[in-house]
């Protein structure tokens, strides 16, 4: 801050919570610069190898993904139920051959015991002062943390950061009073101190909309907290059902836990300590693909595909094929991570509910999965989409060949769309098209050079495929982009 000397460094620390059904939201916070320390558990490395090689890579993936030049520093904990440097050496053996393609430049050796990783005892705070001594000099290795900014800004975000004693945010009409007294006149300036105090995790503030730019967050917390009212584990955090039961809410409850869909008015409850801002977070879980409408047979209510818990099995099939011809959105080259399926099934809904609102066409419920969706896209054509994390891939079923090159370029514009809202564009896949008489799957390159049918043949359907579906639409709004699909 402007009151401290040139050399003094103010970190913060944000915790991600572990569970999976937190991994939908981490991209709001997960930002380019800074230092990411993943721990693990050293015991369950050695006695559950793959199921924490699993969590390994998750995160690894994750992270490089969201912040590929962020420092790295991996923490295993336990170190005093871990007999001997043996158990060390062994630990750090399986690591180094585990993270060879997985963020490896990002890694940080720990040079004094000649590790991969950082060994600590919580209990006991064994390693924890080396620990925090080299995350600071890390900081300090950092060349943007000595940048040399305006005192103006400086001494805004002092006045900003202030607030944090009473107040969880301000808003953006607050923020452009502090900057008059401080001389900041101008709203290119203001916007571009702003842009850097987010980018460096000082506060946050997301500009998409009226509704969200108005909003600036001081303590990144509370958005965590609120955000986690409703994106929660139920089996570990769970609400009073008596409470709800009480106002009337009862069935709204467990429609959401059961299906995933929220009314407005448990919604407003669930956050009444902040209900003045009921329609920032539901915008923002809007605009960041956490929540979409769902507007089916004139009922109106908010689908949270994060929350779906049932998975569709192979098993459930007997053996039985999923109808329609498919097409293959295949991530095993890069990674699939955590939340692109539900974020897609979010624009499906949203699609769909849009158009039955605006063409007054009563279209069939969609049936969710947490890895499954079948969704009537338009009159007379339903899909299906199926997640396989294993095999890193999401398959397209198309029910109407008719439609099949149109659904899928508005599929490919959606994932485009969510790799450039929320993935930082750092998603890369391939598109493979099932050949309707031999069964076998063709590369794009390959099905558009055969004028593969129907993927590739336009002369069907072409007026129905807007010119605006090339684009990749990373500067549209998620509004605009709805309307044009």
């Known amino acids: 801050a402007a009151k401290h000397d040139k050399r003094s460094i103010a970190l913060s620390l944000w915790d991600f ?32 190898q793959d199921e924490a090689l699993s969590y390994i890579s998750f995160w690894l993936r994750s992270i490089r993904l969201h912040a590929s030049a962020a420092p790295l520093v991996m923490v295993g904990t336990f170190l005093n139920e871990i007999s001997g440097s043996d158990a060390l050496q062994t630990i750090n053996e399986i690591l180094v051959r585990h993270t060879k393609t997985l963020a490896n430049h990002q890694l940080v050796h720990n040079d004094e015991e000649d590790l991969l990783f950082f060994p600590v005892d919580n209990k006991d705070g064994l390693g924890a002062n080396g620990l925090r001594k080299h995350i600071e000099e890390l900081a300090r290795k ?77 303590k990144p917390q509370w958005l965590i907290d609120m955000l986690c009212k409703v994106i929660r584990d139920e089996t570990l955090h769970m609400f009073d059902k008596s409470e709800f039961k009480k106002v009337g809410l009862e069935k709204d409850l467990k429609l959401m836990f059961s299906k995933a869909l929220a009314s407005r008015d448990l919604l407003e409850y669930i956050w009444k300590n902040e209900k003045k801002q009921v329609d920032f977070f539901i915008e923002l879980m809007k605009r960041t693909m956490l929540l979409s409408e769902y507007t089916f047979q004139g009922e109106s209510k908010y689908l949270i595909p994060s929350l779906l818990h049932d998975h569709y099995s192979y098993e459930e099939l007997h053996g039985e094929k999923i109808n329609g011809l498919s097409c293959l959105f295949d991530f095993s080259e890069s990674f699939l991570p955590n939340g692109v399926f539900q974020r897609l099934i979010c624009l499906c809904v ?128 998620l509004a605009m982009f709805l309307e044009n699909l």
């Open 17 to 48: 919570g572990g569970q999976s059904v937190f991994y939908s939201m981490h991209h709001i916070f997960m930002i380019k610069s800074g230092i990411y320390v993943l721990v693990f558990d050293m015991r369950e490395l050695l006695n559950k």
């Open 142 to 218: 950092d060349e943007s943390v000595f940048d040399q900014i305006s005192v103006r800004w400086m001494s805004l975000l002092d006045m900003i950061i202030s607030k944090r004693n009473s107040d969880s945010y301000i808003t953006f009409s607050m923020v452009k009073g502090l900057a008059a007294k401080v001389g900041l006149q101008g709203s290119v300036e203001l916007d571009a101190a702003m842009k850097l105090f987010h980018e460096r995790g000082l506060l946050i503030h997301i500009t998409a909309t009226d509704v969200l730019k108005d909003i600036v967050i001081i």
């Open 350 to 477: 949203a699609s769909s509910s849009r158009y039955e609102q605006q063409k007054n066409s009563v279209r069939t419920e969609p049936k969710l999965f947490q890895n499954f969706g079948v969704i009537e896209f338009q009159p007379n054509c339903v899909i299906r989409l199926l997640e396989d994390q294993r095999l890193q891939r999401i398959t397209l079923y198309v029910d109407n060949n008719k439609k099949a090159s149109k659904c899928y370029k508005v599929i490919q514009s959606m994932l485009r769309k969510l790799n450039a809202d929320v993935m930082g564009s750092g998603l890369n896949w391939d598109a493979k098209f099932e050949d309707p008489v031999s069964g076998d799957y063709l590369s794009h390159a390959k099905a558009q050079a055969a004028k593969l049918s129907p993927w590739f043949d336009l002369a069907r359907d072409n007026e129905d495929i807007p010119d605006s579906l090339s684009s990749a639409h990373e500067n549209v709004d």
